[in-house]
């Protein structure tokens, strides 16, 4: 009988305890607490939202997202290694948010660094796990870069498969459209 009685209190002290704990990442809070500038973002305003990721930088300087978010905006202004600083910021204070892998893969594919694009494309494909054919379509384009044909084929297969039509339309251009590749 005791024994029944202290399962029980001991069952109801863990539904009170799982319901009063804050289950919100550090990532979950910020993207809270930064709405007004990721608004910014989506409303492509990129140099209002920079100067709103920067002050939140200075403020919040283990921030993530403030750093993924300032990063996003010098890669929208074609401050390439700027953000490529930011991006591996917010990489090494959380290495779980693919938009990161993928804008740092942009921004080397922009500088032209293809094998460190390539394997940030790889890093947003793992991470994003069939969600967004973007990480998909850009390996395929830094594949390119690198001679791998065939798998740069297979990746925009799989993005059209996931509906994006900007692969669609690549695979229609050469090299795929060629009579020395299709005979391989």
């Known amino acids: 009988m005791e024994v029944s009685l202290l399962v029980l209190l001991f069952t109801i002290y863990l539904a009170i305890r799982y319901f009063t704990t804050d ?3 550090p990532s979950d ?21 920079f100067a709103y990721f920067d ?5 919040y300087p283990k921030s993530a997202v ?14 390439y290694y700027s953000a490529i600083y930011d991006l591996t910021q917010a990489i090494s204070r959380d290495n779980t948010q693919a938009d990161c892998y993928l ?15 390539f394997r940030e494309f790889d890093k947003a494909v793992w991470y994003f796990r069939d969600e967004k054919p973007d990480a998909y379509r850009w390996r395929a384009i830094a594949r390119l870069k690198i001679q791998q044909l065939s798998q740069a084929e297979n990746d925009l297969r799989r993005a059209v498969l996931m509906g994006d039509e900007n692969s669609a339309y690549l695979l229609t251009q050469p ?10």
Do not use: S
């Open 66 to 79: 403030a750093y993924a978010y300032r990063g996003k905006c010098q890669l929208a202004q074609e401050n």
């Open 55 to 59: 002050d939140a930088v200075k403020q």
């Open 103 to 117: 804008d740092r893969g942009i921004a080397y594919y922009q500088v032209e660094q293809f094998a460190d694009a």
């Open 23 to 25: 289950h919100d990442t």
């Open 175 to 184: 090299p795929f459209t060629t009579k020395e590749y299709q005979r391989k």
């Open 29 to 49: 809070k910020d993207r809270k607490r930064f709405q007004r500038g990721i608004r910014l973002v989506q409303a492509r305003l990129y140099t209002d939202a």
